[in-house]
């Protein structure tokens, strides 16, 4: 069964630090571009970040720029995201997402495996 599971969620107080992280398992990530997007409460999904297969390549949002950073162990078979920073706006449900072949890193079009989602909420 191919899966990704998220983990690392949590509450943090504004300025504080959480690190997420999206496990495989079933498949081997080393072929995969790994998404991260999150959900507001009433507002659509939008990408946060992404890593190439190689780890050669990111992306992160404009919104995160500078307080995030993401990073692959194929080894582990896991992706992470470094939160930095973080303030109340960053409050979402994080999806961690698997695509072969993203030519967009923030729409979810090239993405075929989707974890559960852990909950961020920033909060003092």
């Known amino acids: 069964q191919l899966q990704l599971v998220e983990s690392g969620g949590g509450l943090v107080q504004p300025g504080g630090s959480l690190r997420l992280s999206c496990a495989a398992s079933?498949?081997?990530?080393?072929?995969?571009?790994i998404g991260w997007f999150r959900q507001a409460p009433g507002k659509e999904r939008e990408g946060v970040s992404c890593?190439?297969?190689?780890?050669?390549?990111?992306y992160l949002a404009d919104s995160v720029k500078g307080r995030f950073t993401i990073s692959r162990d194929n080894a582990e078979n896991t992706v992470y995201l470094q939160m930095n920073s973080l303030k109340p706006e960053d409050t979402a449900v994080y999806y961690c997402?698997?695509?072969?072949?993203?030519?967009?890193?923030?729409?979810?079009?090239?993405?075929?495996?989707w974890g559960q989602g852990t909950q961020v909420t920033v909060s003092s």
């Open positions: 997402a698997a695509g072969g072949e993203v030519k967009t890193p923030n729409d979810e079009v090239w993405y075929d495996y």
């Open positions: 079933g498949f081997t990530l080393d072929y995969y571009a």
């Open positions: 890593i190439s297969s190689s780890g050669s390549s990111t």
